[in-house]
């Protein structure tokens, strides 16, 4: 940790741990979306892990689901997104996978949230836009937010941007996250290492500094 001008400048893994400020947030592991991926298996098993030492530390968790609006609530930006999704350029043939008390919209049970959980719905990629996200975690004195889940290049890499310009050190677990496109992943990961902003960690190193 460095001091100056009166602040304390985190550096390293170690400096950000502190259960009391530290906030986990697991990004999207629907049934929808990891029957979608290779890996979901072990997505959700690396999840686990974290979850398990995040829960034995006492440190503030929250789930994010991604909701499809049903077509009649779909504006233009959502049949674009969802049209690119789908593979389609006719907007009659989309069909929203992610509708609110389907099974596909459900977290998967290996990560049930408990009591003391939030579970967090969006119809964006980052985790702040649209949801209470952002005031919970400046409420309860959050600084630094670790991100695992799914998926690494569709809203991982832009919500640990936006906790960056909110205020907030970002925190990617990288080997605890999924991806649709392995390439286009790493293109994420390996922007976010240059930016600098984002510290990145593994599964092994994050359950480590939390016990």
Same mark, same amino acid.
């Given at each position: 940790?460095?001091?100056?001008?009166?602040? $304390?400048?985190?550096?390293?893994?170690?400096?950000?741990?502190?259960? /009391?400020?530290?906030?986990?947030?697991?990004?999207?592991?629907?049934?929808?979306?990891?029957?979608?991926?290779?890996?979901?298996?072990?997505?959700?098993?690396? #999840?686990?892990?974290?979850?398990?030492?995040? %829960?034995?530390?006492?440190?503030?968790?929250?789930? +994010?689901?991604?909701?499809?609006?049903?077509?009649?609530? *779909?504006?233009?930006?959502?049949?674009?997104?969802? *049209?690119?999704?789908?593979? +389609?350029?006719?907007?009659?043939?989309?069909?929203?996978?992610?509708?609110?008390? /389907?099974?596909?919209?459900?977290?998967?049970?290996?990560?049930?949230?408990?009591?003391?959980? $939030?579970? @967090?719905?969006?119809?964006?990629?980052?985790?702040?836009?649209?949801?209470?996200?952002?005031?919970?975690?400046?409420?309860?004195?959050?600084?630094?937010?670790?991100?695992?889940?799914?998926? *690494?290049?569709?809203?991982?890499?832009?919500?640990?941007?936006?906790?960056?310009?909110?205020?907030?050190?970002?925190?990617?677990?990288?080997?605890? #996250?999924?991806?649709?496109?392995?390439? $286009?992943?790493? %293109?994420?990961?390996?922007?976010?290492? @240059?930016?600098?902003? +984002?510290?990145? /960690?593994?599964?092994?190193?994050?359950?480590?500094?939390?016990?």
């Amino acid at each position: 940790m460095k001091q100056f001008n009166g602040l $304390a400048i985190p550096m390293s893994l170690g400096d950000l741990l502190d259960p /009391t400020q530290l906030a986990l947030i697991i990004y999207d592991v629907q049934v929808g979306i990891c029957s979608q991926i290779s890996g979901g298996g072990q997505v959700v098993a690396a #999840c686990t892990k974290v979850l398990e030492a995040a %829960r034995a530390a006492g440190v503030r968790t929250i789930f +994010t689901r991604h909701l499809s609006l049903p077509k009649a609530l *779909m504006g233009s930006t959502a049949y674009r997104t969802a *049209m690119a999704w789908q593979r +389609t350029d006719d907007p009659a043939a989309v069909k929203p996978w992610f509708l609110r008390g /389907t099974p596909g919209f459900e977290i998967m049970s290996e990560l049930a949230p408990n009591e003391n959980e $939030a579970v @967090f719905d969006k119809i964006t990629m980052s985790a702040f836009e649209g949801t209470p996200l952002h005031i919970t975690l400046r409420d309860c004195g959050v600084k630094a937010v670790a991100f695992c889940g799914i998926a *690494m290049e569709i809203g991982i890499d832009p919500s640990l941007r936006h906790a960056a310009d909110l205020g907030f050190v970002p925190i990617l677990i990288e080997d605890a #996250c999924g991806h649709g496109n392995a390439e $286009a992943a790493a %293109r994420s990961v390996a922007a976010l290492r @240059f930016n600098g902003d +984002t510290v990145i /960690t593994d599964v092994a190193a994050f359950v480590a500094g939390l016990g």
